[in-house]
């Protein structure tokens, strides 16, 4: 190797070096400037504001020594913390009021809230927004809504009276429900909220401080809406069970549930929605009538049976449109279509939506119409849809489950057969989540078909008794109708024996009348097994089969109803339910007068006797009668409204001798006078009287008119006084010619020696002098019909001051009765009781507030000796806490002297 070789080696291994040496420094040094002048600008602010400091620092030692100056600085630190802590919060309450903000803006466009507002039932509206929006009362409100009171549009204008308080709605349905807790898919439905209005935010955190400011409400419509849970205690079941949810989630909720649903425990927040208001139902139903005073009374009283026919609207309009013809006036059809309701009753009406033909089952078969060619493909689209509801035990079937294994022939087939069902009113299909679904716009309807297809069973009644009412009252129809007759009271009676093990008494009463409406004649209930049945059911299923009874009744029927208005099966029949018996027959008037008109007149013979004075309340005589006389002053006054020819004579004559009996009433002075009771229960039944002559159109009769006046001016009773004026008032809106007279007795009770009955009379006066010559429906805006209906409803349409009134005439009744209860052998509870209702005065704990907030604890000094802790306040008439609030917030209502005595009654009402 030559040896010049290692040099050249070396040589250009440091030239190489050299090179890549110069390359780093020239890219390092290129970009230095920049970076210098960057770091420059970036440390010289914080080296300026430190030298400052330090400086500051040193200049503040040297004036104000160490400790001063460490005094200063802690200062200004924590001026300095509160400062920025301040415009944190001021910035996150910010962005919360911006959120809330744009929640609400969605809300109202999603919801259409403050467009097309409807006008009635605002007052209930705003006393559930009233009581939601307090953060200190109860946010739990229970909403019982049947089938035919408007809920959706309530909701909706619900809603509305939320979004203007500054409250966001998270509205669940059924759907919803399926499948998840009700707090889950409340949160769920308040994300897809969020992200709809572009909320960029925690979403529980933001929920749980929303809920915590009440500024979000879930309202939650069919919390009973599965279809396993339609027996009544599974279903309350079910609702206790979902509203616990809501409640431990803290989280304000409006459940709405069908009629008597509501748990026990829930009873002190519900409400009961009252049905929709006149004018909707007349465009409903008529081709755009103008309301009139007699098409009001109509309206008034098909709306008031809209609760019990649990008909949907959808039902009644296809119903009144089947009978719209070219030349049939408004009237005329109104009164065709009550007529049609009272003759088919509720369960034939609804039958009759179904088609006729060879595929309809036996109880329609009956039906003297001609075979429809559609009823085919109809009921095998209707039969394809209850399968599903069965097997799958869900309402609503989604559409790809119903064509799924269908050819394209019998797809085409059940398509117009679900077009047809469409038609009729019967199904309707919705979208929902990139699907159809399809579900029955009547549940009563839906429950009926069910039970009928299970009349095909081997197991007779076994699973449509666990369905419920409707699905039984179906296959009992079914079963009936299809035996012949020599096994159709085999079958009937076996129909009857599961209803009497399973308290299904309205079933069997539907069932029996669609049965006759149909042309089938069921076997008679004998007293019997209607007793069993009446036995084995409860209260709530007791008064829905006497609001659903047909218009002629059997005798044993008669009979055995009114034996639960006398002793011995008075005290064992509730007060409400009284009530429903004494009205239905009033309503059966003359047939009633008939068959128990003798009865009748030996109770008033008895009284005219003597025997019923308060002194001799456990006497044999009033044992016998007393009872039976309280139940007739209620209903005697509306029988002589529909008895016509010699037999009016007759009952008129009665009541005239009723009358004069029991006005006035006896007082704490042995005068042998009849019991205050039945001066009360007679001005009621002239008030009753007087409302059904409103919704009749006919005239009030002059000896009820007589007897309301002379208990307005003889009535020792201040709750009888006070009942006789609104039967009078009443009686002058049907008939403005007795205006005059009305205003007198108005005159003379402002002067009244009660307080309340005083300054109800002025509260009326106003009324009549506002209304002129014609008060009109507007008079019920101060007058309740039923105290427990109003009360039931949170005063729905009453003005504040009557509500007032209601409410401490409540507290005080209330009082009595819960005082009365209580045995004692020298009768002072009855003594008591007769006291207050005599005395021009109130008890203490209503006159008093400082005595008020002693009441419940009998240390309210009252001379009347109502109040105590050995009292159990099982009300009679129950007062529910929105009804309590919205008397609380209510500030139209002029104030009087007990007013602020009841605030005290009325706040421990709303917080029990």
């Known amino acids: ?160 009276v939320l979004s203007e308080r500054g409250v966001v709605a998270i509205e669940l349905d059924e759907a919803d429900l399926t499948g998840a807790s009700v707090v889950q898919a409340a949160t769920e439905r308040f994300g897809r909220l969020m992200a709809h209005a572009g909320v960029d935010a925690p979403l529980l955190r933001t929920m749980e401080l929303l809920a915590k400011q009440r500024r979000i409400v879930v309202l939650v419509d069919g919390l009973d809406c599965r279809v396993h849970l339609s027996r009544r205690s599974s279903a309350a079941e079910a609702i206790r069970r979902r509203l616990d949810e809501l409640s431990a989630a803290h989280l304000a909720h409006v459940a709405v549930i069908g009629a008597n649903a509501t748990p026990p425990e829930a009873l002190a927040a519900r409400i009961r929605l009252a049905p929709i208001s006149h004018t909707a139902l007349l465009s409903l139903v008529t081709r755009g009538a103008a309301p009139s005073r007699t098409t009001d009374g109509l309206l008034r009283r098909i709306g008031s049976d809209l609760r019990h026919l649990r008909l949907s609207l959808h039902t009644l309009r296809a119903a009144a449109a089947d009978m719209w013809g070219d030349d049939a006036d408004d009237e005329a059809l109104l009164r065709t279509f009550a007529a049609r309701i009272d003759t088919d009753g509720p369960t034939a009406l609804l039958l009759r939506r179904l088609p006729a033909g060879v595929a309809a089952p036996a109880v329609l078969a009956r039906r ?48 117009l057969g679900v077009i047809e069902l469409e038609r009729r009113s019967i199904v309707q299909r919705q979208e929902r989540d990139s699907d159809q679904v399809i579900r029955f716009l009547d549940p009563e309807l839906r429950e009926l078909v069910v039970g009928i297809r299970l009349a095909g069973s081997v197991a007779a009644f076994r699973h449509s008794v666990a369905r419920g009412g409707p699905a039984f009252t179906g296959e009992l129809l079914e079963r009936t109708a299809a035996a012949d007759d020599g096994t159709r009271e085999a079958v009937w009676r076996a129909g009857c024996e599961a209803a009497v093990r399973s308290g299904l008494l309205s079933a069997v009463g539907d069932a029996a009348r669609a049965l006759n409406s149909f042309g089938v004649s069921p076997p008679e209930l004998s007293v019997d097994l209607l007793g069993e ?62 068959r128990l008109g003798p009865q009748w007149e030996e109770a008033v013979r008895a009284a005219e006797s003597g025997g019923l004075a308060w002194r001799d309340r456990r006497g044999p005589v009033w044992r016998r009668h007393g009872n039976a006389l309280a139940s007739l002053g209620w209903i005697l006054p509306a029988v002589t409204i529909v008895v016509e020819g010699d037999e009016a004579v007759r009952v008129v004559d009665l009541l005239r001798r009723f009358a004069e009996t029991t006005v006035p009433g006896g007082d704490l002075i042995d005068d042998g006078r009849a019991d205050l009771g039945l001066e009360i229960s007679l001005a009621e039944g002239c008030k009753d009287a007087a409302h059904v002559v409103m919704q009749s159109g006919r005239r009030l009769p002059d000896e009820v008119w007589t007897t309301a006046v002379r208990t307005v001016r003889a009535g020792r009773a201040w709750v009888s006084r006070l009942v006789a004026l609104q039967a009078c008032v009443l009686g002058a809106a049907a008939e403005p010619a007795r205006i005059s007279l009305v205003r007198h007795l108005l005159d003379e009770g402002s002067a009244d020696g009660h307080p309340v009955t ?155």
């Not at 559409?399 to 394209?408: A, H, K, Q, R, T």
């Not at 509500?803 to 401490?808: E, G, K, N, T």
């Not at 209330?814 to 509870?829: C, I, K, M, S, W």
């Open 1 to 160: 190797m030559p040896d010049n070789i290692w040099p050249a080696v070396d040589t250009f291994l440091w030239r190489a070096r050299f090179r890549a040496g110069r390359t780093f420094v020239r890219r390092a040094t290129v970009g230095l400037p920049r970076r210098a002048a960057g770091r420059l600008v970036t440390w010289l602010p914080a080296a300026v504001s430190a030298a400052l400091i330090l400086g500051g620092l040193a200049l503040a030692v040297d004036g104000k020594g160490l400790v001063g100056t460490a005094a200063d600085l802690s200062v200004n630190v924590a001026a300095s913390v509160v400062v920025g802590a301040a415009a944190v919060v001021t910035f996150v309450v910010t962005a919360r009021r911006q959120a809330l903000r744009r929640l609400l803006a969605v809300q109202r466009v999603t919801s259409g809230a403050g467009t097309d507002r409807p006008t009635d039932r605002v007052r209930q509206a705003g006393a559930i927004a009233a009581q939601l929006t307090d953060v200190g009362q109860s946010g739990s409100i229970v909403i019982e809504a049947s089938a035919g009171s408007g809920r959706t549009s309530f909701l909706r204008q619900l809603v509305t």
């Open 368 to 415: 003297s119409t001609t075979p429809e060619p559609v009823a085919v493909v109809a009921w095998a689209a209707l039969d394809r849809v209850v399968e599903h509801l069965l097997v799958h035990d869900t309402s609503q079937a989604s559409w790809s489950d119903l064509v799924d294994g269908l050819d394209w022939s019998r797809v085409d087939g059940f398509l």
């Open 533 to 594: 049945l009446w036995e084995a059911a409860d209260d709530a299923e007791r008064s829905m089969f006497v609001n659903r009874l047909p218009g002629v009744l059997p005798t044993t029927t008669m009979d055995y109803l009114w034996s639960r208005l006398r002793a011995p099966l008075f005290n064992r029949t509730g007060h409400g339910l009284r009530r429903d018996i004494a009205r239905a027959l009033q309503s059966r008037g003359e047939a009633a007068w008939r």
């Open 758 to 912: 005083r300054d109800y009379s002025r509260l009326l006066a106003d009324v009549v002098r506002t209304g002129g010559g014609d008060l009109g429906p507007d008079v019920y805006r101060s007058v309740w019909p039923d105290d427990t209906d109003a009360l039931a409803t949170a005063g729905n349409e009453l003005d504040d001051g009557a509500a007032r009134v209601l409410a401490v005439t409540t507290i005080v009744l209330n009082l009595l009765e819960a005082r009365l209860r209580v045995a004692e052998p020298d009768q002072t509870g009855t003594r008591l009781r007769v006291g207050a209702l005599t005395n021009d005065a109130l008890p203490g704990c209503l006159v008093s507030r400082l005595l008020a907030h002693g009441a419940d604890t009998g240390r309210c000094g009252c001379e009347l000796g109502l109040c105590g802790s050995e009292l159990r306040m099982r009300s009679l008439r129950p007062m529910s806490r929105p009804f309590a609030h919205r008397c609380l917030t209510g500030g139209d209502a002029k104030r009087t002297g007990y007013d602020r005595a009841l605030d005290v009654h009325l706040g421990r009402i709303v917080r029990s």
